[in-house]
């Protein structure tokens, strides 16, 4: 049937920041469909200009209210290799606590708050509070036990206090660290109430071949720092990330696009799940055998189901964590430096993919230049193409305009865009 | 609706994001365990963030971020003049923010710097209360969720809200941490309003003051410890613009 289709989303809901979907089918033939960030930029890499090394963290962890946790410490990161420091053990081991408070939060938010209500047809969780208590408290308990994974490891759940180049300005409480592992412990149910209930929803079946980015460290499943791979067979230095995004402008939108060896490629649980599989938890990887999910998977809504079992890796690793630095003494956690003249990169998995922030310093520590390539630009080109292909089979198989509304609606909500981020 | 013995009308509330990371409207969702009787209070209008429901008849309207482009001037006027309460969410939206740091470079150089190949709107920084007028302000970076609790409640039982007068020290010392001071830090715990539980000097980093002036700020007083302790005055500058907050007092030397 020869179709005209038109779908205009004036800032799409349930999504961090602001962006449109327009989408223009005529007598059957795809025009365009058109993922465009509308988002006011920030211009961070502008204001960091001048200012000193000690302070930078404070201000780029505000580039994102979700994932602020990653933004501090790829500063951290790019900072402490820029001026040869190298963070004490503990700091080291505590800062991987902190990503994985981060990541279980905001997948949690992500999993319950924003695509639930798709598979419920709600407009949000608000409903869903009294029709699926049960799901919606254990949703919560997650989320929480997330929050407070920050709380004790960084002094703040969002927009962290103790996170210094260096190390730490303070360590946790070995007994604030008790409580927290027995925490971790009593909300292992929850997650399997999740997991059941995701396991009882019919995940859309779309398949796009694409390539997927994420850090590699070859011993865990990556954090912060290590090499940048590709499933296409890339690996280069963390240094070397110009070189794998690739930066470019579209007049339509605010976030720019990358693209390595093909038009497009994904960051996030899905990439990093698909690079990273061995060094999952067992536990985790049941939970992804339990949803057929097998590396590499090229199907988008999948990333919803990796960030829960990643969620499931998050629970064991922490306990793990916590035990080792219950064992260990927790005094050396800063590192004193001299401030000097360098530039280097700090790539860490935030929770919606690889983030890098470059700096360079002056011979005084203060910032000269800088740079932050977010998650979610590195996903702009292939939502774009997504939209366009899911567009194309949904009206190919004569699906009525509400249902392509909702698909490609959840199609961008899979990659859990952080729009604002993008625009930093 | 009735709860603790209380007959109370729910609060038709709307909240809005402009140039800002969201970071203030998620704190709503955060503090899960009162969670849901917080939600309990609230008649959700419109929240982008989180639902797709968009209604325009709200009384109360939280407004995060700074603004920086005319579009977000135009959605502000129509905001304000629909809501009768109209309440600057956290520090962008009370004082411009961090995003404020960007003031103080050429707009043409900010641009060219990020995007050199394509034109870009941007205006200068303003805080909400340049745009329209403020009713409330919740102050914070990110904002407090208890604060926001305690002020919510206020306004959905009628009573005065009030906010802390004495600044951050104040908290600091109740919780007897080591003063930054001391460490050879300079800390603007003793000008910077209360309300944040000392969250930042408790993790042995410095008070940036974004929750701005508190109410007596004595800042004589103040420049002159920086003084006596020989403390650096770039790190001052620094510190005291970094949210835009002491605005009125940013051209004062230590």
């Known amino acids: 049937m020869k179709r005209d289709y038109t779908l205009d989303i004036h800032h799409l809901t349930r999504v961090e920041g602001h962006a449109n979907i327009n989408i223009t089918v005529k007598d059957g033939e795809l025009i365009d469909a058109r993922w465009a960030i509308v988002e006011t930029p920030r211009f961070f890499e502008v204001m960091v200009k001048g200012m000193s090394a000690e302070r930078v963290p404070f201000l780029t962890s505000r580039i994102c209210g979700i994932c602020s946790i990653s933004h501090s410490l790829a500063s951290i990161r790019a900072l402490e290799r820029a001026m040869k420091i190298d963070p004490p053990d503990a700091a080291e081991k505590i800062r991987c606590l902190a990503m994985h408070g981060e990541t279980l939060q905001s997948h949690t938010l992500h999993l319950f708050f924003l695509i639930m209500p798709d598979f419920a047809n709600t407009p949000s969780i608000l409903p869903l509070i009294h029709s699926y208590p049960d799901v919606v408290r254990a ?8 929050n407070e994974i920050s709380l004790v490891t960084t002094g703040r759940c969002t927009h962290p206090v103790s996170l210094v180049v260096g190390g730490l300005s303070k360590a946790p409480e070995k007994q604030l660290l008790l409580k927290l592992r027995t925490m971790i412990r009593e909300r292992k149910p929850a997650l399997d109430t999740a997991c059941a209930f995701f396991r009882s929803l019919t995940i859309p079946l779309f398949i796009r071949e694409t390539e997927f980015i994420s850090l590699f460290n070859g011993s865990s499943y990556p954090s912060i720092g290590g090499r940048l791979i590709s499933t296409d067979g890339v690996d280069r230095d963390e240094d070397d990330y110009l070189s794998m995004t690739n930066e470019y402008t579209r007049d339509f939108s605010t976030s720019k696009f990358t693209k390595l060896s093909r038009a497009s490629s994904v960051a996030g649980a899905l990439a990093r799940f698909n690079n990273n599989y061995d060094r999952l938890h067992p536990k985790a990887k049941e939970v992804a055998a339990s949803f057929g999910l097998q590396p590499v ?4 809504f999948m990333n919803n189901i990796a960030q829960l079992v990643e969620c499931v890796h998050i629970l064991e690793d922490a306990e793990a964590l916590i035990n080792s630095l219950l064992n260990m003494e927790l005094r050396e956690i800063k590192t004193s430096y001299k401030l000097q003249q360098g530039s280097a990169t700090g ?7 690889i983030l890098y922030h470059h700096m360079e310093t002056d011979s005084e520590g203060k910032v000269v230049h800088a740079d932050c390539v977010i998650p979610t630009t590195q996903n702009n080109a292939n939502i774009y193409y997504d939209l366009q292909a899911i567009t194309e089979q949904a009206c190919y198989a004569g699906k009525s305009d509400r249902e392509i509304e909702k698909l490609c609606e959840m199609v961008v909500r899979s990659y859990d865009p952080c729009i604002s981020c993008s625009v930093h | 609706m009735k709860k603790q013995g209380f007959t109370f009308e729910k609060l038709k509330i709307a909240s809005f994001d402009f140039t800002c990371c969201e970071g203030c409207q998620l704190q709503l969702t955060n503090k899960e365990s009162t969670l849901t009787d917080f939600f309990e209070l609230l008649d959700i209008r419109t929240f982008r963030e989180i639902s797709s429901e968009k209604y325009d008849d709200y009384d109360i ?3 995060e971020g700074s603004i920086s482009r005319q579009d977000e001037v135009e959605r502000l006027t129509t905001i304000r003049s629909q809501a009768k309460t109209l309440i600057a969410f956290g520090t962008c939206a009370c004082f411009g923010g961090v ?8 707009l ?12 870009v709107e941007t205006l200068l920084v303003r805080k909400v209360s340049d745009v329209v007028k403020v009713d409330l302000s919740i102050h914070g970076c990110p904002v407090n969720k208890e604060e926001v609790e305690r002020i919510l409640v206020n306004l959905v039982t009628g009573s005065q809200v009030s906010l802390p007068k004495y600044p951050v020290c104040v908290e600091c010392k109740e919780l007897l941490n080591t003063c930054l001071f001391e460490l050879g830090e300079i800390c603007l715990g003793p000008i910077t309003r209360a309300g944040c539980n000392a969250v930042c000097t408790t993790g042995k980093t410095p008070c940036l003051g974004c929750r701005g002036p508190s109410e007596e700020i004595n800042m004589p007083a103040f420049l002159e410890l920086i003084k006596e302790r020989k403390l650096s005055q770039n790190d001052f500058q620094e510190k005291i613009t970094f949210y835009n907050a002491f605005e009125a007092f940013t051209s004062y030397e230590a």
């Open chain 2, 108 to 119: 043409k150089e900010v641009v060219a710097e990020v995007y050199p190949d394509m034109p």
């Open chain 1, 347 to 353: 790539a860490v998995e935030a929770p919606r993919g």
């Open chain 1, 139 to 146: 949703g919560l308990q997650l989320k929480e036990l997330g």
């Open chain 1, 297 to 300: 998977s090229h199907n988008p």
């Open chain 2, 99 to 106: 995003n404020s740091l960007k003031n103080k470079f050429p």
């Open chain 2, 61 to 63: 309207a939280l407004i």
